[in-house]
């Protein structure tokens, strides 16, 4: 979970080999003190001037997948002190819940539709059948009812329950879709078996690529600020003087006020076993009090 407790911002304005003036910015982060990550900052701005008076390009921050330059709003920890997950804000505002092992999923209403719409097209292949539809075609056979999305998704849940009788999955509805959480064991986003969990379901592949990058599974749990009648924050994180802070304490009050009219997901149902492990009881707890209601999801 490459999550950072502080964020700092660097620029430099310099001039490559050829002369030409660029302005350089580079965030650091550290879970350490708000100065290492100011260090952090200077030391990577440096690496980019160096790449700029080098070769010329500057090419993508040197750490491969970087952290999400996100506000740490909250450590979520266990009675033993683990933690188990955090809070962050995200670049529009929202809060998110962070986990490393308490698979969530982000299953989208055009996903489902879009496997509904494939199997229904799968025929077996019959070369009598073939000959006689090329020589007397019969009239088209009135269309079959698809199932919606979310008997859809029901049904791969029981499918999936019918190799594995030991999961357990609880089902919510959100605004363009469904979250499932996986509650009976942890599960890391990169391995085998979350792969298979999030094909069979099937998994928003933006958002599957999003964890196994980051090393951590999310789940928004407050609504999109322009679903409530609000704007975007007005400066990026990390804010840079007192008065951007000010600013976004203004903006977040605001969002939170019209927030209260609105559910981030509804509750649909639990499938499986029932078994909820303590790790999962905690964060799914932490997520129900949150997002889960019965007024418009936004």
Request: net charge neutral; hydrophobic share 35%.
């Amino acid at each position: 979970m490459q999550l950072y407790s502080y964020w700092a911002r660097a620029t430099l304005d310099c001039l490559d080999a050829e002369g030409d003036s660029y302005h350089l910015v580079a965030y650091g982060g550290s879970n350490d003190t708000q100065a290492a990550a100011q260090e952090a900052a200077h030391q990577l701005l440096q690496i980019r001037q160096a790449r700029l008076l080098g070769s010329g390009i500057l090419g993508e921050y040197p750490s491969g997948s970087a952290p999400l330059r996100e506000q740490l709003v909250q450590r979520v920890q266990n009675a033993q002190g683990r933690e188990l997950g955090a809070i962050t804000r995200n670049r529009y505002g929202s809060l998110v819940l962070n986990a490393p092992t308490f698979m969530m999923l982000d299953v989208d209403d055009h996903d489902l539709q879009q496997s509904i719409q494939r199997k229904s097209t799968e025929m077996p292949f019959s070369l009598g059948g073939f000959l006689r539809t090329l020589f007397n075609p019969p009239p088209p056979p009135p269309p079959l009812p698809l199932p919606d999305a979310q008997a859809q998704l029901q049904m791969r849940l029981a499918a999936w329950l019918q190799l594995h009788p030991t999961w357990n999955f609880r089902l919510y509805r959100t605004r363009l879709g469904f979250r499932i959480l996986v509650t009976h064991q942890l599960l890391n986003p990169t391995s085998a078996e979350a792969r298979e969990v999030f094909a069979a379901m099937p998994t928003d592949s933006l958002y599957v690529r999003l964890c196994q990058q980051q090393g951590c599974y999310r789940a928004r749990l407050s609504p999109k600020p322009w679903r409530v009648g609000w704007k975007r924050p007005p400066h990026p994180f990390p804010y840079d003087t007192a008065a951007q802070r000010v600013q976004q304490q203004e903006w977040e009050q605001q969002y939170h006020a019209r927030s209260e009219e609105y559910s981030v997901c509804q509750w649909v149902g639990e499938y499986g076993s029932g078994h909820v492990c303590p790790e999962a009881a905690v964060l799914t707890e932490l997520h129900d009090a949150a997002c889960l209601g019965d007024k418009k999801l936004a």
